[in-house]
């Protein structure tokens, strides 16, 4: 299963005219990584201030800058081991910014559910990319995708940030870190078993 990642080639053809212009002068892949995480910090702002317009931007912009940097490194011809350790802290980064953001906002509600949850959902976030990140350090190709990836992450954080117009905050927090939660586990227990098929022995 591979979620909302399939239409990760439809998204990246959607942003091919900065592709062409990125080729054309020369530009860094790392620049997308960087305009990425500084996206990322401005849908936590968003999220602080409770403008979910401002989200909305800050988080398409950051999938935008995360698909750009390695599109971009491919159509230069310029990738390298470093580039991906770059995309992966930058998606991290990204990843890990609106949930600080959240847990600010749980915080200051002096629910101490909605705390705990926001707090186990950046943590519950990781875990996908720590075991496909494992997995390939041991030998196995890259794993991508399932039901609770990357993209799924960020749309359920742009509806928390609508749905705080019409209801409480910690009420908003507590059931969206528990979708993280719960997305993020069955996500990472797929990626786990693809990996052990990975590395199981081929029977002739």
Same mark, same amino acid.
């Given at each position: 299963?591979?979620?909302?990642?399939?239409?990760?080639?439809?998204?990246?053809?959607?942003?091919?005219?900065?592709?062409?212009?990125?080729?054309?002068?020369?530009?860094?892949? +790392?620049?997308?990584?960087?305009?990425?995480?500084?996206?990322?910090?401005?849908?936590?702002?968003?999220?602080?201030?409770?403008?979910?317009?401002?989200?909305?931007?800050?988080?398409?912009?950051?999938?935008?800058?995360?698909?750009? +940097?390695?599109?971009?490194?491919?159509?230069?011809?310029?990738?390298?081991?470093?580039?991906?350790?770059?995309?992966?802290?930058?998606?991290?980064?990204?990843?890990?910014?609106?949930?600080?953001?959240?847990?600010?906002?749980?915080?200051?509600?002096?629910?101490?559910?909605?705390?705990?949850?926001?707090?186990?959902?950046?943590?519950?976030?990781?875990?996908?990319?720590?075991?496909?990140?494992?997995?390939?350090?041991?030998?196995?190709?890259?794993?991508?995708?399932?039901?609770?990836?990357?993209?799924?992450?960020?749309?359920?954080?742009?509806?928390?940030?609508?749905?705080?117009?019409?209801?409480?905050?910690?009420?908003?927090?507590?059931?969206?870190?528990?979708?993280?939660?719960?997305?993020?586990?069955?996500?990472?227990?797929?990626?786990?078993?693809?990996?052990?098929?990975?590395?199981?022995?081929?029977?002739?």
């Amino acid at each position: 299963m591979r979620g909302l990642y399939a239409a990760k080639p439809w998204f990246t053809r959607q942003l091919g005219r900065f592709v062409t212009a990125a080729v054309s002068r020369g530009w860094s892949p +790392d620049a997308f990584t960087a305009v990425g995480v500084a996206f990322a910090v401005v849908a936590a702002a968003g999220l602080l201030v409770g403008w979910w317009p401002l989200v909305l931007l800050g988080l398409v912009a950051r999938l935008a800058g995360a698909n750009l +940097d390695g599109a971009v490194a491919r159509a230069r011809g310029v990738s390298r081991p470093f580039g991906f350790v770059l995309n992966e802290i930058g998606d991290r980064a990204s990843d890990l910014l609106p949930l600080a953001a959240l847990s600010i906002l749980a915080g200051q509600t002096n629910s101490a559910p909605a705390l705990v949850a926001a707090l186990v959902a950046m943590t519950a976030a990781s875990w996908p990319t720590f075991i496909s990140l494992a997995a390939a350090a041991a030998g196995a190709p890259r794993i991508n995708g399932g039901p609770f990836g990357k993209t799924e992450r960020t749309l359920t954080v742009f509806l928390m940030s609508v749905a705080f117009v019409w209801f409480p905050v910690h009420a908003v927090i507590t059931v969206g870190s528990a979708v993280v939660i719960a997305g993020s586990t069955l996500t990472a227990a797929t990626r786990a078993r693809a990996a052990h098929r990975a590395f199981r022995p081929v029977q002739v």
